[in-house]
Nanobody
Framework: QVQLVESGGGLVQAGGSLRLSCAAS????????LGWFRQAPGKEREFVAA???????AYADSVKVRFTISRDNAKSTVYLHMNSLIPADPAVYYC?????????????????WGQGTQVTVSS
């Protein structure tokens, strides 16, 4: 069982930056692949970024270059560094974990989810 708690969301001006954190409980954090997803009002949840156990990562085209996912296994935490935020980025951001070392871009592949953190971008 893994519990995930996101933090770091908030209000930022367009062009600004935020860093989201997701702290995980459990003893085998380094054996989990992790992902970030987001869901805006009236839209389906969509993939943002994922990272596997060794640090290999994948990104949605819409955030590539602007966002960076990273993990600190010693702290059992995964981060999403978001730069150059644009009006299309506001959403509730969720982190997710899946057993095994391989990350996936599909939300169906994740076993555990956090409660989400709101990101709002002002123009």
């Amino acid at each position: 069982q893994v519990q995930l708690v996101e933090s770091g969301g908030g209000l930022v001006q367009a062009g600004g930056s935020l860093r989201l954190s997701c702290a995980a409980s459990g003893r085998t954090f380094n054996s989990y692949a992790l992902g970030w997803f987001r869901q805006a009002p009236g839209k389906e949840r969509e993939f943002v970024a994922a990272i596997n156990w060794s640090g290999g990562s994948a990104y949605a085209d819409s955030v590539k270059v602007r966002f960076t996912i990273s993990r600190d296994n010693a702290k059992s935490t995964v981060y999403l560094h978001m730069n150059s935020l644009i009006p299309a980025d506001p959403a509730v951001y969720y982190c997710a974990a899946r057993g095994g070392v391989t990350a996936t871009t599909s939300d169906c592949g994740y076993d555990y989810w956090g409660q989400g953190t709101q990101v709002t971008v002002s123009s």
